[in-house]
């Protein structure tokens, strides 16, 4: 499957799905020196591949479209994480919710480890298209493949857009569960040697994933 198909695909998902609704959120993938992204205010229900732009990791874009406002914390992803293919941002409900109150995922479940570390954290606030928010969204990637954003929704990263937006799902699911466990009290979390572990066991389950191919 061509790249822009791919997006095309991950973009409509992301609102068949529930992770995103309306014009809200975006997708993009490393392209050559740069990257293909969803052009600012496009209906993810009705994108087309001509609703994607190409753009270098500076600003510069080619074509009549301009690309999504959030394109500088794409490419501030990519100028640091040269393992990154693909990267998402959605504003799914539950992440959202726990964003705008400043709350990290924490290793109440084994499963957070598949953003890449010991939690999913929350990044600063800042307003939306800005330097500021790229650099804290590079920041909060340095070391994760997902974070949330806070007063605003989460990003996730993936050598693949359909990749990216799996990892997305999960970060949703593991929100909501997180949230619905908040009214009944503070859970029990894993601590570092645990969770360690877990690392350890997803590295050699990805390895092994790239290998056979499953």
């Known amino acids: 499957m061509t790249l822009d198909a791919q997006?095309?695909?991950?973009?409509?998902a992301m609102n068949a799905t529930g992770l995103n609704q309306g014009r809200s959120g975006n997708v993009s993938a490393r392209c050559g020196d740069g990257m293909l992204i969803t052009a600012s205010g496009c209906h993810f229900d009705d994108i087309t591949p001509k609703h994607l732009v190409e753009t270098d990791l500076d600003g510069h874009w080619r074509g009549p479209l301009k690309p999504s406002s959030e394109a500088s914390f794409h490419a501030a992803i990519y100028r640091q994480r040269p393992d990154a293919g693909a990267v998402i941002h959605v504003h799914s409900p539950w992440a959202m919710s726990l964003a705008c109150l400043h709350r990290r995922i924490p290793p109440f479940h084994y499963m957070v480890a598949?953003?890449?570390g010991t939690d999913i954290p929350c990044i600063p606030y800042a307003t939306f298209g800005t330097e500021e928010l790229a650099q804290h969204?590079?920041?909060?990637?340095?070391?994760?493949?997902?974070?949330?954003?806070?007063?605003h929704g989460q990003v996730a990263l993936a050598d693949t857009p359909a990749a990216a937006l799996e990892l997305a799902q999960e970060v949703e699911h593991l929100a909501r569960s997180y949230g619905q466990l908040l009214p009944i009290g503070e859970p029990v979390l894993l601590d570092d040697d645990r969770m360690a572990e877990?690392?350890?066991r997803f590295s050699s389950y990805r390895r092994n994933a790239q290998t056979?191919?499953?």
């Open 114 to 116: 598949v953003a890449g």
């Open 7 to 12: 997006l095309v695909d991950t973009a409509r």
């Open 212 to 214: 056979t191919g499953t």
């Open 137 to 151: 969204v590079a920041q909060g990637l340095a070391d994760r493949d997902a974070c949330l954003m806070a007063n």
């Open 198 to 200: 877990v690392l350890g």
